[in-house]
């Protein structure tokens, strides 16, 4: 066999071979399925396919922005109970002026500070012994202290205050700048006022949720919600953990940036999580093929069963409408955003290894 013949045998195999690799869709690299499969394959696959239009739109729209609330959540004094670690502050004065076991009231008495709430709930003072004072308010101690006291001193006079107040301070934790376990003896804390003192959050308001624990039930809120008017009064002794909530979506395909992001909004229309990476490929995108990929799950009222739900959006973008569509669509947590790629992309991919192959039976040729 001649040299010519060898070259065209092995030019011609080679470019076979490719356009053998071309009628094989599945072996060509590629992020997901085609515009045409995912259209055409809604019945057998079990999923609800809709097209985004002005016709089918109306229950998938972003809600309007609520109003501001007037509501504001003006601390009330709660009721504090001591608790072991306490740190009290005791005055016992005496109305006569000698003779007496305590100090006077017109020279400021007997002051006893730095008074511990041992483990056990305990305090101990002079004259008085060993108290248990565990679950008592400060006014119930002072009563408690006067009656301990009486027969042993005149009038007696007997002031309490918390000096270190384990039992009303509020632990914060989680996602803030600076948390730490803060006092309310300046005065009740609300969330807010509480997660401000601890720095604030560390992410934007619409990925952070508050839950709070008060020892007995525990409930959660979206940050946000508390800075539209939502704020609480912190219960004494509450522990408030502020997480990242769980507000992400993935980018798929021809994007500009592919991944798993947080949502950019509270509530994100299409076009605004679309720019959040960076658009459609120019180079690559079909733009008829923008694709949103959701699992719904509803209650029945029935049984109570949950039941999941398959959906997938399609928006064609080359319609000049689709601007203002993408930025009426509301985008959910744990949407998937995925774009095709353009038929002329995927061509390119065909032709390009075939070109290669020609360039090199050139070179073979030219040998």
Excluded at 105 to 133: A, E, H, W
Excluded at 229 to 255: D, L, S
């Amino acid at each position: 066999m001649s040299v010519i013949k060898v070259k065209h045998v092995f030019r011609m195999g080679a470019i076979c071979a490719l356009l053998a690799l071309a009628g094989c869709g599945s072996l060509l690299s590629s992020a997901g399925p085609s515009r045409y499969a995912v259209m055409s394959s809604a019945d057998e696959q079990d999923y609800k396919l809709i097209d985004i239009s002005a016709k089918t739109i109306a229950p998938y729209m972003r809600s309007p922005d609520a109003a501001p609330s007037s509501f504001v959540a003006l601390p009330t004094v709660p009721e504090i109970r001591l608790v072991p670690g306490d740190v009290l502050r005791i005055m016992i004065a005496d109305s006569a002026t000698e003779g007496t076991l305590f100090a006077p009231l017109s020279t400021g008495g007997t002051v006893f500070d730095n008074v511990r709430v041992d483990s056990k709930g305990f305090i101990s003072l002079p004259y008085v012994g060993r108290q248990m004072v565990k679950n008592l308010t400060l006014e119930e101690l002072e009563i408690h202290v006067r009656k301990k006291l009486r027969g042993i001193t005149s009038d007696v006079q007997v002031q309490i205050g918390l000096t270190g107040d384990l039992s009303g301070s509020v632990l914060v934790a989680g996602a803030v700048k600076a948390p730490g376990r803060f006092s309310a003896l300046e005065g009740p804390l609300t969330l807010l006022d509480a997660i401000n003192r601890a720095g604030g959050p560390v992410l934007e308001p619409h990925l952070i949720k508050v839950l709070v624990r008060t020892g007995k039930k525990s409930y959660e809120f979206g940050y946000q919600d508390l800075l539209a008017g939502k704020n609480q009064v912190v219960p004494p002794g509450a522990e408030i953990v502020v997480e990242r909530a769980r507000k992400r979506f993935v980018a798929m395909g021809a994007v500009g940036d592919p991944g798993l992001h947080d949502l950019p909004s509270e509530n994100p229309s299409l076009l605004e999580v679309l720019g959040s990476v960076k658009g459609l490929s120019e180079a690559k995108a079909d733009s008829a093929g923008v694709f949103i990929f959701r699992l719904k799950e509803e209650k029945k009222l029935d049984t109570g069963e949950i039941v999941k739900e398959a959906e997938v959006f399609r928006l064609n973008m080359k319609e000049p409408a689709a601007i203002f569509l993408a930025r009426q669509f509301l985008v959910q947590p744990e949407d998937a955003i995925y774009v095709t790629n353009a038929a002329v992309y995927e061509w390119q991919k065909i032709i390009s290894p075939i070109v290669q192959v020609l360039l090199l039976g050139r070179t073979i040729d030219g040998l």
